[in-house]
């Protein structure tokens, strides 16, 4: 059984920074593209982040590129996402997702697995 487990979360001013944790049990990371989703009242779920085991680099959504870093500890079997320069429209709930099945996608529902999500709220 696969289970995701977000952590990081939390108030940050404008221009600051936070780190989302996302530790994974039941297989190990490195065979799987895994990604970052965010979903903000009253929109979608979009896409944020996504890395896999090739050697292709990370992908972003051009709202954070620049900004945002997704990394994997395939030791930990732990997804980071280190955000910067947070602004008020990235206050959302970010969830972490495992696809099983091939690799990488900006698509949420090719995701099998997803975690709880932590809530990020940028405000001053």
């Known amino acids: 059984q696969v289970q995701l487990v977000e952590s990081g979360g939390g108030l940050v001013q404008p221009g600051g920074s936070l780190m989302l944790s996302c530790g994974v049990s039941?297989?190990?990371?490195?065979?799987?593209?895994m990604g970052w989703f965010r979903q903000a009242p009253g929109k979608e779920r979009e896409f944020v982040a996504v890395?896999?085991?090739?050697?292709?680099?990370?992908e972003y959504a051009d709202s954070v590129k620049g900004r945002f870093s997704i990394s994997r500890d395939n030791a930990k079997n732990t997804v980071l996402l280190q955000m910067n320069s947070l602004k008020p429209e990235d206050t959302a709930i970010y969830y972490c997702?495992?696809?099983?099945?091939?690799?990488?996608?900006?698509?949420?529902?090719?995701?099998?697995?997803w975690g709880q999500g932590t809530q990020v709220t940028v405000s001053s």
């Open positions: 997702a495992l696809k099983s099945i091939g690799g990488r996608s900006r698509v949420g529902t090719w995701y099998d697995y």
């Open positions: 890395i896999d085991w090739s050697n292709i680099g990370p």
């Open positions: 039941g297989g190990p990371i490195s065979n799987y593209a």
